[in-house]
C-alpha cells in the first residue's frame, strides 16, 4: 500500500518534471538576456514636462509628504500658474518604488518608466536631482557581451 503510494507520487512529480524539461523556459539569462517590462512595470520614476520643455510640475509638495520612504525632496518658487520646482531630487538608493508619487500628483508631473538597472555601489549616483530626472535613462541600461 505504502509502495503503491510512494510510486504514485514518483511518477507524478516525474511527469511534471519531464514536462518542464521540454517547455520553453520563463526565464532569461540576465544581464547577456533582457526582457521587455510589462507597461506597468515600476521602474525608476522620471519628470514630465510639457511640449514647451516648461516643468508640468507645480511644486505643490504631495509627492513628497505621501512618499513612504521619504525620498522626495522639493523646493518651488512663483506662485499660481508661474509656480515651478527649483529643486526636485528623488533618492533612488531609498525608493521602494511604489509609484504613490506618480498617482497622487495633480498635474501628472510624474512618471514610471521601465528602467530598473539601479544596482551600484556609488550611492550619490542614485540621487537624482531635477536634471536627472529629465533625462533618457535608456542611456544608462548596462549592455553585456553574449
Ligand atoms: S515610488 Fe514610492 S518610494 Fe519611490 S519616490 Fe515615489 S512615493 Fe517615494
Ligand atoms: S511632481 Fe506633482 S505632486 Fe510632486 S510637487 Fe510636482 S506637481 Fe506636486
Redesign the pocket.
Known amino acids: 500500500m505504502i509502495a503503491k503510494a510512494f510510486m504514485t507520487d514518483l511518477m507524478q512529480g516525474l511527469q511534471r518534471t519531464l514536462k518542464y524539461f521540454f517547455s520553453k523556459p520563463v526565464t532569461v539569462q540576465y544581464p547577456k538576456e533582457k526582457l521587455t517590462p510589462f507597461p506597468r512595470f515600476?521602474g525608476f520614476?522620471r519628470l514630465v514636462v510639457n511640449e514647451d520643455g516648461s516643468h508640468k510640475c507645480i511644486a505643490c509638495g504631495q509627492?513628497a509628504r505621501?512618499?513612504?520612504?521619504?525620498?522626495?525632496t522639493v523646493k518651488g518658487e512663483g506662485k499660481g500658474k508661474e509656480r515651478h520646482p527649483v529643486v526636485f531630487d528623488?533618492n533612488?538608493g531609498?525608493?521602494?518604488?511604489?509609484?504613490?508619487?506618480?498617482e497622487i500628483c495633480p498635474v501628472d508631473a510624474?512618471e514610471t518608466t521601465g528602467f530598473y538597472e539601479g544596482a551600484e555601489y556609488d550611492l550619490d549616483w542614485l540621487d537624482f536631482d531635477i536634471n536627472k530626472l529629465l533625462e533618457d535613462y535608456k542611456k544608462w541600461e548596462r549592455t553585456f557581451k553574449k
Open positions: 515600476r520614476i509627492c505621501v512618499c513612504p520612504a521619504g525620498c522626495i528623488i533612488f531609498r525608493c521602494i518604488y511604489c509609484a504613490y508619487c506618480v510624474l
